[in-house]
């Protein structure tokens, strides 16, 4: 029988192409991997190029175009060549829930002479999808349990005027049970934290999260009301008036700002910055709990899958696994926009094919990979000395052994926010001291900001209380309290631990590396941390690695089998 082949296109910020076959994902990267520009929003073009190379096929292949936004987009009759008013003749009606789309930057009426462009084929249709929907897809149809009756919940910032939507995912189709639009947006609250803390809003995040467990809520419990909207029984219970958004595109990315970040940065200066941090993670795990559990409790169902950049929030995500309210817990490993290729092209799939089986998300190695003989042509061409060992694992464990740091480069890069063992920096995390060398030395970031563990799937016991599969680094567990001192580069100010269980059978190479480094040290645990410098995007290709490798303090880098290595 014939694959069907759907290229899903997202164009905003964090732009990415996925290619889905029969319901598989095989190829999805973000647009940023190949410019450098972090969060890219221009025009997907690499992408698409290299999700259509990595199958050696061309958009006469394509049966679907399949695009996260509900309104049609100009650009696209650019990048496909559509002619006329292809987008409007959709195959079927889509969930068009609402039709706001701001970031559209309308071009011209033809494209410049030098745009390289992919010519669809005239029956290929194009797939409108609601930004939440795909998010939902994402979670929905990459999950263990989607045999099972699942609460789906999607939360950004704001996408096609939706900031949190409520699904029921079931027998393969996903239904919208209730949505809410900007004045429910718990997202853009704790992006007005994050730009009071002094971060980029859509992008610092994380480190207002990192920041939390050195602060105490307690300090000052209730000082961000006025700056947040309130939920209560699954319903939106105080609509909260974020006032005018300001966005522009700048450093090649969309960035926004609303003026209610000038008055917590007021209160950030009364009160101390590592005290707002908690409290802003306080109000959001609070609030996303009295959305989410009383639909649970409607719909009577154990299994909860989440989608949408809040749910990077891995310490939201632990304080519902800890509740012990669900028992299948499953949040999209690329949550964000990055995300949305894929979940709108699993959407126009599953739309098409509500019987077809559910392929659970296993790996994230989704993007580009070079050949041995690519890396070795890399290499000759710039001149350098390097070794070629066969071994490299046992290699790179004994140097790991030796408190070295190891830049760890094989097969397909990740898609995703999270190093996985194929573009990773690691260092052992069995000295205390670790995390602030391989910051000043590698990474040059802020000092209080965590590092990730990648530890064996079969140790999962020992190191993590609470623990279950966790593949991706998206939810934090505390730590088993004999390991704080064993680890302790990678046990966070909350004793928590955001890991990556590795499983033998979905990366081999890093697998055998942890094992090899375990039967050194004791510890089957490594610090792994994203093979770039602090504000780029992760490294894709070999050349990039070299450049990162010269241009800071690694002692080692592996590219497949070839190791570069300074004073070695
Ligand atoms: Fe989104």
Not at 497 to 509: A, G, I, K, Y
Request: hydrophobic share 40%; with cysteine; proline share 4%.
């Amino acid at each position: 029988m014939k694959s069907t082949r759907i290229l899903g296109v997202h164009s905003g910020h964090d732009s990415s192409a996925a290619l889905i076959v029969d319901g598989k994902i095989v190829a999805d990267v973000a647009e940023e991997r190949f410019s450098r520009i972090k969060h890219d929003a221009g025009l997907p073009l690499r992408s698409i190029d290299y999700c259509l190379k990595s199958q050696g096929i061309t958009m006469a292949d394509i049966d679907m175009i399949a695009v996260p936004a509900s309104s049609s987009m100009p650009s696209l009759n650019h990048i496909f060549d559509l002619k006329g008013e292809r987008q409007e003749k959709l195959p079927f009606k889509q969930a068009a829930i609402e039709s706001v789309r701001t970031l559209l930057k309308k071009v011209g009426e033809k494209p410049p002479l030098y745009f390289k462009n992919f010519p669809a084929k005239e029956s290929t249709p194009v797939v409108h999808v609601n930004h939440h929907l795909a998010h939902a897809a994402s979670a929905y149809y990459t999950s263990i349990a989607a045999g099972e009756k699942q609460l789906i919940v999607t939360i950004d910032g704001i996408g096609d005027g939706i900031s949190c939507a409520i699904w029921r995912g079931d027998k393969g189709k996903i239904e919208l049970l209730q949505k809410w639009g900007a004045e429910s947006s718990i997202g853009w609250f704790y992006s007005n934290v994050t730009e009071a803390l002094g971060w980029w809003h859509g992008d610092g995040e994380g480190k207002t999260m990192g920041l939390a467990p050195y602060g105490d809520y307690t300090k000052c419990q209730g000082v961000l009301e006025k700056y947040h909207p309130k939920f209560a029984n699954g319903q939106l219970a105080e609509p909260h008036d974020f006032g005018r958004m300001f966005m522009w595109h700048e450093r090649g990315a969309v960035q926004w700002h609303f003026d209610e970040a000038y008055a917590i940065h007021e209160l950030v200066k009364k009160h101390g910055r590592e005290h707002i941090a908690a409290e802003a993670q306080r109000v959001l795990e609070e609030q996303v709990k009295a959305l989410v559990y009383p639909w649970m409790e409607k719909e009577q169902t154990q299994n909860l899958s989440c989608s949408g950049g809040v749910f990077l929030n891995v310490k939201l995500n632990q304080r519902f696994w800890d509740d012990g309210k669900i028992k299948h817990h499953h949040i999209y490993a690329n949550p964000g926009d990055a995300g949305l290729a894929v979940g709108a092209a699993l959407y126009a799939y599953y739309q098409a094919n509500p019987s077809a089986p559910i392929y659970p998300i296993q790996d994230l190695y989704y993007g580009p990979a070079y050949s041995a003989k690519e890396i070795e042509g890399i290499l000759d061409a710039r001149n350098l000395t390097y070794k070629r060992i066969d071994n490299i694992e046992e290699f790179a464990a004994t140097r790991l052994a030796e408190n070295k740091i190891v830049a760890w480069f094989q097969g397909r890069m990740e898609s995703g926010p999270r190093a996985l063992g194929n573009r990773s920096i690691l260092m052992s995390s069995n000295r205390p001291e670790n995390k602030d060398v391989i910051n000043a030395r590698v990474k040059f970031r802020e000092a209080f900001r965590p590092f990730c563990p990648s530890l064996l799937w079969e140790k999962r016991h020992e190191y993590l209380q609470n623990a279950r599969d966790e593949f991706f680094m998206i939810t934090s567990f505390t730590a088993q309290k004999s390991k704080w001192d064993k680890v302790p580069a990678v046990v966070h100010a909350d004793k928590t631990l955001r890991p990556q269980t590795v499983n033998q059978q979905f990366n081999r190479r890093f697998w055998n590396l942890i094992k090899e480094f375990g039967g050194l040290t004791g510890e089957h645990l490594l610090l792994n941390t994203s093979l770039n410098i602090m504000g780029e995007p992760m490294i894709c290709h070999p050349r990039e690695a070299i450049r990162c490798f010269y241009d800071n303090g690694l002692d080692v880098l592996v590219m497949d089998n070839f190791v570069l290595e300074k004073n070695g």
